[in-house]
């Protein structure tokens, strides 16, 4: 790795459980986080059932890391996001930001960790108030939060246009005037304005031209090393994650069945569905594609709603037995530092590179 | 030869100059292979397969110029009537939403059986009975029961190998396929890809697959054409050109993408700027505010599409000496 990244942490050696594995004093502290969402029955009075977008998933980020969650939709991927930034009041487990409950804090004190944690989405138009110049934008946290008296504020927002490589004179245009990975930097500023220590990415870059993308994944990297950030950062393309994460986490159905860091996930994938998820991602190279390994999965992704019995991926998984049917397997350390939640996962299961 | 395209133009109404949205766009699509179009937002390369189609949302787009010979056929000669009885059944086009092209209100077996029945016709015995060996093929689960469901039963992988049966339905010559897995996930994207390039291959169907992504043509496309604002800038057999790319925006597509096989942590080359707006396009070559190589010729001058090698032509004044400028880049003297 290049000279583009501070070093995460001193001590990657930590060894444990899951959560505790991620060293020290970490940023973000996920422990069986459950989130559900009760369904509609179609009949009045009646209950009906519950999604369970998140189910068990536990997860620490250490300061100055970027945590890449990969997975399809209805994985819960972008719902882990949310209850981050206590958007959402999980149904179980716990949400540790700094040392403080996210899931318990209430008005002020939610306020306080607010504070500490912003989100880029997708989709910066619909994250932008169209009736709302740039500068109003930028400045609208700094009031909110108090960071500044007016006469400091427009100070900031240049500072702040400069710091995502905008002109000053885009401070009075409106969203609609700035293309698409404009459009991006101005979320990315907005984000920064309050100077926080996490920032949830979910699926920043997907909108994005090629081009444009690749901008804009250096500016991340860049403000990571200017600001020591810690990203969560939530996508399905792997090229993307594999660039950016230094650790991945890999979704399915609301659970994570593998988390490793980067390297060790991309060259020895030890689940059945991180294995088929690397082999499916086209490579933007000819030779290699032709010569390399596919397993192509049967079968669609089943809804959350109606999930499987036992291990959620063991109708498409091409390695399952009986015995798979029976229970949700519990992540456990296969190797160093690096968790599975499959029962035959390390045993018959072949690590197989990504290029062969 | 099935199609050849020759300096085709369809420009847009805007508030003030028109939007060439394809601009002098000239290729050939050989019988049963299949050619990635590739390019950005705007580029135009949708907008060529609606073309052929001839689907262009008129007013406010308009065909202006220019030929599209199917079978030695002009099809922008055509009459409706003929266009009518080319479109579903000599070529045939998928996009990008399926849900957005699939009639909500009518269910699958309607849907295919009318196109049986309409360019066929077939009894609607026989034309179910059709439905239902196209379903299997496209690898449906109990294509029988499918028939009678609606659209939005279906996931959109399921979705997208019903418009792929629909597209098959009546072994059309030519099948344009407009980002046809973009909406789709990882896995999901892969069955569906692996799906149409077997069964395109098994009827000898010839494929245009516009795209975005490199991965995607870099595995299924025999040969490529790029296009940028509005023109073809460099056309190759797909292995020459992820090779060897003769133009500088090839060669900027392929180094600022992140991939999944090389050494991580390796920085990123963007392509400078962004793309440029189609109304005011630059003067001399399109890309040259955005390219690292651009000298005084190409800020005058446009290039045309010229051979670089066998099969391979590059719409760039210095796609000879590309390999030197690469050498050099970033040196004031080779900007200059």
Request: charged share 25%.
């Amino acid at each position: 790795m290049t000279a583009g990244r501070p070093a995460p942490q001193a001590d990657r050696e930590a060894t444990g459980r899951l959560r505790e594995k991620a060293v020290g004093d970490p940023l973000v502290d996920v422990s069986g986080l459950k989130m559900y969402f009760p369904l509609p029955s179609g009949k009045l009075f009646q209950k009906g059932g519950t999604l369970r977008a998140v189910d068990d998933v536990s997860f620490q980020i250490g300061r100055g890391e970027t945590f890449g969650l990969v997975g399809e939709s209805g994985s819960g991927k972008s719902t882990i996001g949310l209850c981050l930034l206590g958007l959402y009041q999980p149904t179980g487990g716990r949400v540790l930001l700094d040392g403080h409950d996210v899931s318990k804090a209430r008005g002020k004190a939610l306020q306080r960790i607010r504070k500490g944690i912003q989100v880029i989405f997708q989709d910066p138009f619909s994250s932008l108030d169209p009736r709302m110049t740039v500068e109003q934008s930028l400045a609208e946290p700094l009031v909110i939060h108090r960071l500044s008296d007016r006469r400091g504020r427009s100070a900031e927002v240049q500072k702040l246009l400069a710091t995502v490589g905008l002109t000053a004179r885009m401070a009075w245009r409106y969203p609609h005037e700035l293309s698409g990975g404009q459009r991006q930097r101005v979320a990315i500023a907005r984000a920064l304005a309050i100077k926080p220590a996490m920032v949830v990415c979910d699926e920043p870059v997907s909108a994005l031209d090629v081009s444009v993308q690749a901008q804009v994944l250096n500016l991340f990297e860049d403000l990571q090393q200017e600001f020591g950030l810690t990203y969560l950062f939530i996508a399905h393309d792997l090229s993307v994650v594999r660039h950016i994460a230094d650790r991945v986490g890999i979704m399915y159905l609301g659970h994570m069945v593998e988390a490793a860091d980067r390297d060790e996930t991309f060259d020895h994938p030890l689940h059945p569905y991180t294995q088929a998820l690397l082999s499916a991602a086209p490579i933007p190279d000819p030779v290699k594609e032709l010569q390399r390994h596919r397993i192509i999965l049967s079968g669609e992704i089943p809804s959350p709603s109606d999930k499987p019995a036992g291990c959620v991926f063991h109708q498409r998984c091409p390695l399952a037995i009986d015995a798979c049917k029976a229970a949700m397997p519990e992540l456990r350390e296969v190797r160093p530092r690096h968790w599975v939640a499959c029962i035959r996962a390390g045993e018959s299961v072949p690590a197989r590179p990504l290029v062969p | 030869m099935l199609l050849e395209v020759n300096d085709l133009r369809t420009y847009f109404e805007g508030e003030g100059n028109d939007v060439k949205a394809v601009d002098g766009v000239s290729f050939v699509i050989e019988r049963g292979e299949t050619v990635g179009l590739v390019g950005e937002s705007g580029s135009g390369k949708s907008v060529s397969g609606l073309s052929i189609m001839r689907l262009v949302p008129c007013p406010p787009g308009r065909i202006v110029g220019g030929e599209v010979r199917f079978e030695g056929v002009d099809l922008l000669q055509a009459t409706p009537d003929q266009m009518r009885r080319i479109r579903g059944k000599e070529i045939a086009m998928i996009f990008q939403e399926p849900m957005t092209s699939l009639n909500p209100v009518l269910t699958i077996g309607r849907q295919i059986t009318e196109i049986l029945r309409r360019h066929l016709g077939l009894s609607h015995h026989d034309a179910k009975e059709q439905a239902i060996g196209l379903l299997k093929q496209v690898q449906m689960g109990n294509p029988e029961q499918r028939l009678s469901q609606y659209p939005h039963h279906l996931s959109g992988g399921m979705r997208q190998r019903v418009m792929f049966a629909m597209a098959l339905a009546c072994k059309p010559k030519l099948i344009l396929a407009d980002e046809p897995t973009t909406a789709l996930d990882v896995t999901i994207q892969a069955q569906v890809l692996e799906m149409m390039s077997e069964l395109s291959a098994r009827f000898g169907v010839a494929m245009i697959l516009v795209t975005h992504n490199l991965g995607v043509v870099a595995r299924y496309a025999n040969r490529v054409h790029v296009m940028y604002a509005g023109k073809v800038v460099e056309k190759a057999a797909t292995q020459e050109l992820f090779e060897n790319p003769r133009h500088p925006y090839t060669l900027g597509l392929l180094r600022s993408v992140p991939r999944p096989d090389v050494e991580p942590g390796r920085r990123l080359e963007p392509i400078s700027g962004s793309p440029p707006d189609l109304s005011e396009l630059p003067s001399g070559c399109s890309y040259h505010p955005r390219c690292p190589f651009a000298t005084d010729l190409c800020r005058t001058e446009e290039p045309a599409l010229m051979s670089v090698g066998a099969g391979h032509e590059s719409a760039c004044w210095h796609a000879g000496e590309l390999d030197l400028l690469r050498a050099g880049a970033g040196r004031p003297e080779a900007r200059r």
